[in-house]
């Protein structure tokens, strides 16, 4: 029976350590016990930190794991490709996962690419000079779930929003960046072996300004078929620029009323909130978890060319989409909803993605759910 180490075991990581037991895996994860979702489904639990590197490695060559794998987790991206590297087992380099996950080092290698992004600057200080012209976006360097991300129009919001964003930042790094006005995408694709396969683009609403927290998701984007081209090309040189070769990958684009298309970001892991473990599989039918576990244990099958087979979605619960409160209501009156949770408490307005308290996902033959 195979072996495969995931990293990390929150609720993150969950459909994919259900889809490994579904698959007949043996399954080992690491990550600290508080929070720890996944530790009573894992065949052995380790609670070591996701980015003790070494001590995870020592654990994966006396468990002869076959394969390492994490989704949805931009920290723990890192400890996979250093885990996989080491061990001869399919993977990203270290050097491009470090790219992936440093929002610097990824837009220099976009820069060198010719891929276009936004005007940029990297600060260690909120007295640093930044010489872009307002409106600005602020984030930490090595973050993701729109923590600590704020749009700011002022000198004085700036030293605000940069002290918040390096307090946040692992590496005590911020990034501010020339403001893109325009609606928000992302992209799912599977690489192997440094061959890139396009999955699907997904629609996402947004807070808007300040801090931009996700509240809803749809697939298939509102594209036409040329975009959905010209989309895909890039992507795969934005992964080529990074030396992304093998597992799943998130990108996130905006593109201006001009129709100009400006990459924000990519991760070297597949997008959350149930985009990549959820979402692709209702509306392309790709087993998207199946196919990263395939990666990872080397003997993944490329899949066939994928059409929009259904319109899935996820909408968010928060102070901001308090209009979703009947559905919560009358969750059985709503066939389409195929899963949802709802936490206790009063509703809040958001500032980052944790702060949302329930979810569902729906998915139907005829058209996006409009709420």
Same mark, same amino acid.
């Given at each position: 029976?195979?072996?495969?180490?995931?990293?990390?075991?929150?609720?993150?990581?969950?459909?994919?350590?259900?889809?490994?037991?579904?698959?007949?895996?043996?399954?080992?994860?690491?990550?600290?016990?508080?929070?720890?979702?996944?530790?009573?489904?894992?065949?052995?639990?380790?609670?070591?930190?996701?980015?003790?590197?070494?001590?995870?490695?020592?654990?994966?060559?006396?468990?002869?794991?076959?394969?390492?794998?994490?989704?949805?987790?931009?920290?723990?991206? @890192?400890?996979?490709?250093?885990?996989?590297?080491?061990?001869?087992? @399919?993977?990203?380099?270290?050097?491009?996962?470090?790219?992936?996950?440093?929002?610097?080092?990824?837009?220099?290698?976009?820069?060198?690419?010719?891929?276009?992004?936004?005007?940029?600057?990297?600060?260690?200080?909120?007295?640093?000079?930044?010489?872009? @012209?307002?409106?600005?976006?602020?984030?930490?360097?090595?973050?993701?779930?729109?923590?600590?991300?704020?749009?700011?129009?002022?000198?004085?919001?700036?030293?605000?929003?940069?002290?918040?964003?390096?307090?946040?930042?692992?590496?005590?790094?911020?990034?501010?960046?020339?403001?893109?006005?325009?609606?928000?995408?992302?992209?799912?694709?599977?690489?192997?072996?440094?061959?890139?396969?396009?999955?699907?683009?997904?629609?996402?609403?947004?807070?808007?300004?300040?801090?931009?927290?996700?509240?809803?998701?749809?697939?298939?984007?509102?594209?036409?078929?040329?975009?959905?081209?010209?989309?895909?090309?890039?992507?795969?040189?934005?992964?080529?620029?990074?030396?992304?070769?093998?597992?799943?990958?998130?990108?996130?684009?905006?593109?201006?009323?001009?129709?100009?298309?400006?990459?924000?970001?990519?991760?070297?892991?597949?997008?959350?909130?149930?985009?990549?473990?959820?979402?692709?599989?209702?509306?392309?039918?790709?087993?998207?978890?199946?196919?990263?576990?395939?990666?990872?244990?080397?003997?993944?099958?490329?899949?066939?060319?994928?059409?929009?087979?259904?319109?899935?979605?996820?909408?968010?619960?928060?102070?901001?989409?308090?209009?979703?409160?009947?559905?919560?209501?009358?969750?059985?009156?709503?066939?389409?909803?195929?899963?949802?949770?709802?936490?206790?408490?009063?509703?809040?307005?958001?500032?980052?993605?944790?702060?949302?308290?329930?979810?569902?996902?729906?998915?139907?033959?005829?058209?996006?759910?409009?709420?």
């Amino acid at each position: 029976m195979s072996k495969l180490a995931v990293i990390g075991a929150s609720y993150l990581q969950l459909p994919l350590v259900k889809k490994a037991k579904e698959m007949g895996l043996t399954v080992i994860c690491f990550a600290w016990a508080d929070g720890a979702v996944c530790k009573d489904l894992a065949d052995a639990f380790y609670p070591i930190s996701v980015v003790d590197k070494d001590a995870i490695l020592e654990v994966c060559l006396r468990e002869k794991i076959d394969g390492i794998a994490t989704i949805a987790s931009d920290v723990a991206a @890192p400890t996979v490709a250093y885990v996989a590297e080491k061990m001869g087992l @399919p993977g990203n380099s270290c050097e491009s996962a470090l790219k992936a996950n440093n929002k610097h080092l990824m837009r220099d290698a976009f820069l060198e690419g010719g891929i276009p992004c936004p005007a940029y600057r990297m600060v260690k200080s909120a007295d640093e000079s930044v010489e872009i @012209p307002f409106p600005l976006i602020v984030k930490p360097s090595d973050r993701s779930g729109s923590m600590a991300v704020s749009r700011v129009d002022s000198p004085e919001e700036l030293r605000k929003a940069i002290a918040e964003a390096l307090a946040a930042s692992f590496a005590g790094e911020a990034m501010v960046e020339q403001c893109i006005e325009g609606r928000e995408i992302s992209v799912e694709f599977i690489s192997c072996a440094g061959r890139h396969y396009p999955l699907q683009i997904t629609d996402k609403v947004t807070t808007g300004a300040p801090h931009f927290v996700e509240l809803e998701h749809h697939q298939p984007a509102r594209l036409s078929a040329s975009q959905y081209k010209d989309i895909y090309a890039l992507t795969s040189r934005a992964l080529d620029a990074l030396g992304i070769t093998d597992g799943a990958s998130h990108t996130e684009y905006k593109i201006t009323r001009a129709g100009e298309i400006y990459i924000m970001e990519t991760g070297a892991r597949m997008g959350g909130d149930f985009i990549g473990s959820d979402l692709v599989y209702l509306s392309t039918g790709y087993d998207f978890l199946k196919g990263v576990i395939d990666v990872a244990l080397g003997r993944f099958t490329p899949p066939r060319k994928l059409e929009n087979k259904a319109y899935s979605g996820v909408y968010f619960l928060c102070g901001e989409t308090e209009r979703l409160l009947p559905v919560f209501g009358h969750i059985d009156g709503y066939p389409q909803i195929v899963a949802w949770e709802k936490s206790p408490g009063p509703l809040k307005n958001v500032t980052r993605s944790a702060d949302r308290s329930g979810y569902f996902i729906y998915v139907q033959s005829e058209g996006r759910w409009e709420l």
